[in-house]
C-alpha cells in the first residue's frame, strides 16, 4: 500500500509546480516583452530627436 500511495502523491505534488513554472515563465517572457518595447520606444525617440537638427541644417545648407 505504501508503494501504490507514493506515486500518486509525487503526481500531484509535480503537477502544483508544473503550473508554478509556467506561471514563472509567462511572468519573464511578458517582462522580456515590456523591456524591448521601452528600450525600442526610447532608441527611436532618441533617433528622431538626432536626426531633426541634421536635417534641417542640411535643408538650410542647400537652399
Not at 509525487?10 to 517582462?31: K, Y
Not at 528600450?39 to 545648407?61: F, K, M, N, V, Y
Amino acid at each position: 500500500m505504501n508503494v501504490a500511495g507514493k506515486p500518486a502523491r509525487a503526481r500531484s505534488a509535480a503537477r502544483p509546480r508544473a503550473q508554478d513554472e509556467m506561471g514563472w515563465l509567462l511572468a519573464v517572457a511578458a517582462a522580456f516583452l515590456v523591456v524591448h518595447i521601452v528600450a525600442l520606444t526610447i532608441c527611436d525617440r532618441a533617433t528622431l530627436d538626432r536626426t531633426a537638427p541634421g536635417q534641417l541644417a542640411l535643408s538650410q545648407e542647400c537652399d
